[in-house]
């Protein structure tokens, strides 16, 4: 007798594309990622808000599937296993910054922030395949994804042009620069689904996919934060540049968003509101944030653009 949870016997199944039901994971994933949807489909692609749900379900999941290859593309650079990621979805480029040694990754001095990478690289890598599997042949392919270019620009925007060249993959401290990027936006899209979950499995698998991409920005935050003092002393303020990079994101991303200090210096580990509630972004203010641009169709990490419906 199979004493695990519903929920567990779902993720269970979906974890090995070649035998599990397919039909059970789509509607497992599809109604995590109602709530975004339905938030968003209006703005992002006219009527497909009155579309019926089995296409919601397959638009929706594409969409976290080419958020997912671009977090994965960034982390298993930083440590040496892009290669692995090619192998996924196609053979779109992916565009790294010169002087990364693909088969090694970058140079990391503090072992902390190398733990980290590889263990949050581990944790993207499982969701592409995750839900590269539950769609099996609906899949959308991995799209050119930029992490040259794009962080080079968006270093230049955040730093109003001060900055010209960034690279996050050029020392530990700017690699949290670009991961700080990255993983708010991951919680506040999950955040904007949780309100439409009325079944309790889904609800509990979603929480934990939350909760996932909560404790990988919480670690960075704290990382970032304990890198103050030093960074101060070289001249690098990293609370101004992570706010900097704060503002950017707030701006085009629905001003849901906080830096690593509040007004009196103290610590923030958790960007929330007044009720110390997590933000919620739709799916039209996450496009802006990694397109760098409000309202654009493609650019930024994505030069070409997203594949799949919401794009």
Known sequence: MDNRTSTEQIIAAASNADTMNRRAAMGFLGKIGMGAAAMSLAATAGTAAAAPAKDIDG??????????YLEAAFYLAAVGRVDELRRIGGNAEIRLPAGLVQSRGMQFKDSNVEALARDIAEDELSHVKFLHGALGKAAAPRPVIDLNGAFRAAGKAASGGKIDGFNPYANDLFFLHGAFIFEDVGVTAYNGAATLITNPAYLQAAAGILAVEAYHGGAIRSMLFQQRQVSAAAGLYVGQVVQAISNLRGSVGGMKDQGLTDNAGNMIVAPADKNGVAY?????EVLNIVYLAPNASKGGFYPNGLNGSIK
Not at 59 to 65: E, G, M, Q, R
Not at 280 to 284: A, E, M, N, P, V
């Open 280 to 284: 919620g972004r739709s799916t039209r």
């Open 59 to 68: 638009a929706v999941l594409n969409f976290a599937l080419n958020l997912e």
